[in-house]
Every structure is written in structure tokens, then in C-alpha cells.
């Protein structure tokens, strides 16, 4: 039976490195990976993964075991990066991603079970081009698209993490929607 996330909050409080390490290998990969699709830089994903880390483990005693550990974790990623894209200036992202990008937003599409040759490679190029149209959305419209369709997150999750309104996770949420379609549509999809 699995220890639940505020069980191991609470070892983790009372001083027991594995609970901690716990709690790190449960969230690492969806972290940096939320992280990195905003950044768009590995290395600096991987620098502020720590230090979202680092920040968390000093402050786990404000955690409310009432709520979902990983929205109290995400809501410190959150602006972590924010506070970082601030700093950078808020570059624009190409639309581009690099080749030895792995970490596709929605590669969970693709199917691996698919039966022909064919079949796989338009699954993997519409998967590389739903990669391109979440990286050429504004970095706020990218990060509520990542928490709802990669982590599964429910809007009011979203709202929580963002700091945003509901309504506004909504509105960013459908406007993403609605430029990732245009973009699909210019790479010919969806014709």
C-alpha cells in the first residue's frame, strides 16, 4: 500500500529523509517537465526544479495536509518560474523545439500498439506538431494547457496554482485552444 503524499509530508517534517526522498521521486519528472515546457532550456528547468525543491522542503510546515500536496507543490513551481521568466524578460519562444526534444506536452497520444509502419508516423508527426503549437503559445496560455491536459489538473487546481481567477484559467484555457487550432490548421491538420 502506497504512503499518501501528506503522510509522507509529515515524515518528512519529523525528519526522515526518505519520506523526502519520496516526495522528490514522486514529482521530479512531472515538475521539471512542466518546468522545462516553460523555460524551454533544460538546464534551467533543471535549476529551478531545485530550487522549487529546496523551497519546498524549507516550508513544509506550512502545508495544510487538508489540501493536495501537488498543487501546493505546483503553486511553488509556478512562481518560481514565473518569478524567473520576469527576471529573463519574457523571451519569445521559437516555434521550433529542439531535436532532442523528448519531452512532448502530449506525447501520452501516441499509441504504441498502433498495427502499421504508416500509422505510426502520422501519429508521432501530429504528436511533434501538437508539440510546436504548445510551444509557440504565450508562456501563461502554455502553462494552463500543461497543468490541465498534462497533469490532469481541474480548473480550480489551475486557479489555485496560477493564482489566477477561474474565470481567466477558463478564458487562457479556450484561447489556447483556439490558437493551437490555427497553428495545427497552418501545418495542414485538421482540414
Known sequence: MEISDAE?????????????????????????????????????????????????????????????????????????????????????????????????PLRSIADTTIAGPADELERRELGEALDRAVGALRPEYREVMLLRFRENMAYEEIAEITGLPLGTVKTHIHRARKEMAEILSAMGYGR
Open 8 to 104: 509522507l509530508v509529515a515524515r518528512a517534517i519529523a525528519g526522515s529523509e526518505p519520506a523526502y526522498g519520496e516526495l522528490v521521486r514522486r514529482y521530479e519528472r512531472p515538475l521539471f517537465s512542466l518546468i522545462l515546457r516553460l523555460v524551454r532550456d533544460a538546464a534551467q528547468a533543471e535549476d529551478l526544479a531545485q530550487d522549487v525543491f529546496i523551497k519546498a522542503i524549507r516550508a513544509l510546515q506550512s502545508y495544510d495536509p487538508s489540501r493536495k500536496f501537488s498543487s501546493w507543490l505546483f503553486k511553488i513551481a509556478h512562481n518560481t518560474t514565473i518569478d524567473h521568466l520576469r527576471r529573463r524578460g519574457l523571451d519569445t519562444e521559437p516555434l521550433e523545439s529542439g531535436e532532442d526534444d523528448d519531452f512532448g
